[in-house]
């Protein structure tokens, strides 16, 4: 298995690891959520989910980056300036930082830092486009603010001449060619050809509104302001970027049709990375959407051409599968796995067999189908390759069992977890195996109504979980505890052994009651985690 790989199936198993009756919530989670929600325009919410992933691992330059993103979208420039320069501290390399700290410059109308920026950017990264189109854009910026650059050529003659030459009326005015001004105004560009139409009627000029309000004046505001909302459209969007970029789409199309076999395999190469690298970033969607477009090309191509064609496949499968998780969708990302499975079984390729299971385990238990999970990951068992993948697959079946409510079952899967850790020395995964063996343990004790071992064995556990450290499961772990003293409890009051235990003096914690009353002394070593109920013994409150 891939480092990658089992990196990344650490990290998942640690999470569910860690998950209780409560949610889990993640870096990542946040991180996806805040993505999907700024998608969708909701950008004060992503916002939000952005400054708390930033709680959990703060200085995070990829966060800092979306968020300034985000910033961007809501119109604070400064703190989205704030945020791109924080994450050029961390990494003066980081080319999104560098590419995001230019486009917020150039939002500000500060062209010519923006300019600087987005050369940077190109001398670290040449191979994306986007550096070279913000310079396109930052220059004709720069030259409509400025002036046409051959007016710097001038003589110092030529320049008095033209300070001192009168503008007569607006149709001295510096036009641009129809053919630009149509593309830049679009639709608007035939309410100014009429404007423009009405300024030859004389008779039509000379006469005024009943407000008194000249016509002419009304119709030469209008074409003003169309161009001045060209002037403002040719910033954000220059032509000449717009130029630069069909004609990189035209290389590039002409570039794959001529390709080498050998190129092809570092193009492809090259896209997995980037594939991997936008999902591991947060932007599961254009992750999601790069793949699908590989997906096509290598489809089309022959097995001549891409002699491991159908592990690619498999893989793309894999890598939408993954996206489409992230974003939420799945169903979707149940399909796409099984489709790697199907593509691997096919062409016996054994990795992908193993990695398709993994990955449809997962998902069966994102959406609560626990079964349907064991199922797939118990057929990826006799794959496992190492005794650190057999510790995660051991204890991710286990936490099913669990769920299930098969605790026996669960158990055992545990000791086999921590078998595996132990043999891997994976301290880890030790601690993770110890602590579903103990709540395995606690819950069987519990259907036999062994409440007194049941709270010990979890104390046990919160002991193992607090040197993870996780706290998602020691709050599980905690709120299973209270639950176990509340059956306790309850057991003692209906058996009427409540009163003759061996006490500890306290008070009542109902507001009206003054009546003292008696702590379980099998409770007091989880006090400090516990809130002890109102009215352990008879109360008339």
Known sequence: M???AVARQRRRGAAMAGEGDLPVVTFGNLMSEGITLSRRGQHDKALGCFNDALKLRAGDKHCLITRSKCFLKLGDTENSLKDAEASLQI?????????????????????????????????????????????????????????????????????????NKPI???????????????????????????????????????????QGIKVMDLVLGGISYLNHRRDFWQQQKPMYARVYERKVLRQEK????????????????????????????????ESCRKAERLLKRIQAW?????????????????????????MGQMEAALRSHKM????????????????????????????????????AWEEKIPLAQSNLEKAWLFHEIGRCYLELG?????????????QSADEEGDVEWQLHATVLVAQAQATAQMKL?????????????????????SEAAQNGIIAALDNVSKSFIAQLNKSGKGGTLPSHEGTCRSHPCTQKWEKNPTLLHISSILEFPQHPFPCKY
């Open 2 to 4: 891939l480092p990658v």
């Open 340 to 375: 790697d499975l199907d593509c691997a079984r096919q062409h016996a390729l054994t990795d992908g067999v193993s990695r398709a299971l993994d990955h449809i385990g997962h998902v069966y238990a994102r959406i609560g189908k626990f079964q349907q999970a064991v199922n």
């Open 254 to 285: 002409m570039r794959d049709k001529k390709e080498k076999p050998s190129d092809i395999s570092k193009s492809i190469a090259k896209n997995m990375e980037d594939i991997e690298l936008l999902l591991a970033r947060g932007s599961a969607e």
């Open 406 to 418: 098969k605790a026996e079952v669960a158990q055992d899967y545990g000791q086999k977890s921590l």
């Open 168 to 210: 007569k009326d607006h149709k001295q005015m510096k036009k641009k060619s129809p053919k630009t001004e149509q593309q830049l105004l679009g639709a608007l560009y035939a309410d100014k050809a009429f404007l423009e139409k009405l300024l030859k009627d004389e008779d039509l000029m000379q006469s005024s509104t009943r």
């Open 91 to 163: 990494d003066k390399t980081f080319s999104e930082g560098l590419y995001q700290k230019a486009e917020t410059l150039y939002t500000m109308g500060d062209f010519e830092f923006a300019l600087v920026f987005y050369h940077r950017g190109r001398r670290l990264r040449p191979d994306l486009h986007k550096f070279q189109l913000g310079i396109n854009k930052a220059e004709e910026a720069i030259v409509n603010c400025i002036g046409s650059k051959k007016c710097h050529f001038l003589s110092k003659k030529d320049k008095q001449k033209q300070q």
């Open 449 to 469: 109504k062994d409440y007194p071992s049941a709270v010990m064995t979890f104390e046990r556990a919160l002991e193992k979980a607090k040197l993870v450290p």
């Open 302 to 326: 022959s097995e001549n051409e891409v002699p491991n064609k159908y592990e690619l496949i498999g893989n793309l499968h894999s890598c939408i599968g993954n996206a489409q998780l992230a």
